[in-house]
């Protein structure tokens, strides 16, 4: 008996062994773009659901996430957001700036968000000319593509991000 469960032991090992050495392995210790956000003191809910990849350049900030196309949903019943299928921009700590593939619908203007700041429990979003600040609290769940965060209701409405 023991005899089997050590070759067991030894087949299970080897498998990971090759697994993780592997170019494709699962076993990828990098972070998610959901992740990265986190490390630089963002939520995860600034990014909607389904982002495929991303590329990071650590000492520079800056970096690009993917969809596998554009993504657009409501927000508060007034505003309308839209991500392109590559969203590129400079992160650091508190601070996204240069910010392309976002767009927010202000009355009947579509309008880039070029930056985040984050100012305590606040998020300031700015589209060059103004900007707009809502609680950290609303960005803590990733919303869907189409229906935001209200995916099981007949309207569009998301009352938080």
Known sequence: MSLIMSFLISAILFVLIICCSSPFAVCDD???????????????????????????????????????????????NSYQLKYEPNIKGVISEDKLKNLKGVTVKVFFLWLEIVEVVRNGDELQFSVGVASAGFPVENFVECPHCGCGMNCNKSSDFVSSF
Do not use: H, W
């Open 30 to 76: 990098k972070p998610s773009a959901y992740e990265v956000l986190q490390d630089n003191n963002f939520p995860v809910g600034l990014l909607p659901r389904g982002v495929t990849g991303y590329e990071i350049n650590k000492k520079t900030g800056e970096f690009s996430s993917y969809f596998n196309g554009s993504c657009s949903f409501s927000l508060e």
